[in-house]
T-cell receptor, first 115, second 113 residues
């Protein structure tokens, strides 16, 4: 069964600083990987996804993530944090080609941006 | 698209009562998913529909939980004889064709007293 580990339940960065949110996955087959963002009292919004094309994936709002098979990682980055980036971020995995449509999420990382 | 909508947004109930939540997916989305999210955790998969057929159920979905999607459009999730452990945010998502992109609703927050 697949699983996701997000390192750091809470990350604080200064406005304009680099954002790095870590995600490691476990899967018996090459996975599909996702990053979602959740703002307070809202549903989850897809930031980006990896589905076996380019290993560097660009998403919305200036975020990107790199799939590294050797490290089983899919870390999320943004060069310069903005106040509006403050939210909770979830990494998710789904077994590729296993016939399962469910997403398995990590526990989330809450990002705070300090002015 | 108006997005995925869920009703109610909040529900407070007493232990032992039954509750029902509704999810309206994005128009013409044929796939619909239910997840549960407890405090400090990521969403956990509950069940999945393709059109009106329920194709997958998590073992988290005990006998007290039932979900339906009678005409392949909206879906309902019912919890019978609620327990305090059922307190959580219940999220609905839908997708069309490629299941890779699931669009989530705002959720229904349930509190069982």
């Amino acid at each position: 069964a697949q699983s996701v580990t997000q390192l750091g339940s809470h990350v604080s960065v200064s406005e304009g600083a680099l954002v790095l949110l870590r995600c490691n996955y476990s899967s018996s087959v090459p996975p599909y990987l996702f990053w979602y963002v959740q703002y307070p009292n809202q549903g989850l919004q897809l930031l980006l996804k990896y589905t076996s094309a380019a290993t560097l994936v660009k998403g919305i709002n200036g975020f990107e993530a790199e799939f590294k098979k050797s490290e089983t990682s899919f870390h999320l980055t943004k060069p310069s944090a903005h106040m509006s980036d403050a939210a909770e971020y979830f990494c998710a995995v789904s077994d590729r080609g296993a016939g399962s449509y469910q997403l398995t999420f990590g526990k989330g990382t809450k990002l705070s941006v300090i002015p | 698209d108006t997005g995925v909508s869920q009703d109610p947004r909040h529900k407070i109930t007493k232990r032992g009562q039954n509750v029902t939540f509704r999810c309206d997916p994005i128009s013409e989305h044929n796939r619909l998913y239910w997840y549960r999210q407890t405090l400090g955790q990521g969403p956990e998969f509950l069940t999945y529909f393709q059109n009106e057929a329920q194709l997958e159920k998590s073992r988290l979905l005990s006998d007290r939980f039932s979900a339906e999607r009678p005409k392949g459009s909206f879906s309902t999730l019912e919890i019978q004889r609620t327990e305090q452990g059922d307190s959580a945010m219940y999220l609905c998502a839908s997708s069309l064709g490629s299941w890779e992109t699931q669009y989530f609703g705002p959720g229904t927050r349930l509190l069982v007293l």
